[in-house]
């Protein structure tokens, strides 16, 4: 399995989050998506409205490159963050067979190679959070 009990309880606590898609001409796209996770595939899907005729599903499908990123704000006072990003692999799927969004049709679909998460694991709520460090590694 690519995520930790404790990034997939994260996954499931959060709504949105940022996908980052390069297009043909290298120019970037940061568009934010709903998202689940497939734990069938071990992957995440991502769907929408219309998402075939999407920049980011056209994105996608000529490239296969992405980045995905969730977090949030746990406190202001401390500032204390979450975040995970996946980096890997996408595939534009036009009529998957195994989708886990929430939305019916053409899904995006992230294989991840590349985990990072912070101030994810339940220990780290009792650290300061100047001194939480990520927890990256390939998958």
């Not at 959060?14 to 998202?35: C, I, N, W, Y």
């Not at 000529?62 to 969730?70: E, H, I, K, L, T």
């Not at 704000?73 to 998957?96: F, H, K, M, N, Q």
């Not at 195994?98 to 009792?126: E, K, M, N």
């Amino acid at each position: 399995m690519s995520f930790t009990d404790a990034e997939l309880d994260y996954l499931a606590a959060q709504p949105l989050g940022r996908l980052a898609t390069a297009k043909p001409d290298g120019t970037l796209q940061v568009s934010p998506v709903g998202f689940s996770y497939n734990a069938a595939t071990g992957t995440i899907d991502i769907g929408g409205h219309n998402m075939v005729a999407s920049r980011k599903f056209r994105n996608v499908a000529a490239n296969g490159r992405v980045a995905f990123v969730v977090d949030d704000i746990v406190s202001t006072d401390p500032w204390r963050v979450r975040c995970l990003e996946i980096r890997g692999d996408g595939e534009a799927l036009a009529d998957p067979s195994d989708s886990a969004s929430r939305v019916p049709g053409a899904i995006i679909r992230i294989h991840p190679r590349r985990i990072v998460a912070f101030g994810i694991l339940p220990a780290d709520r009792d650290k300061e959070p100047h001194t939480l460090r990520a927890d990256m590694r390939d998958v």
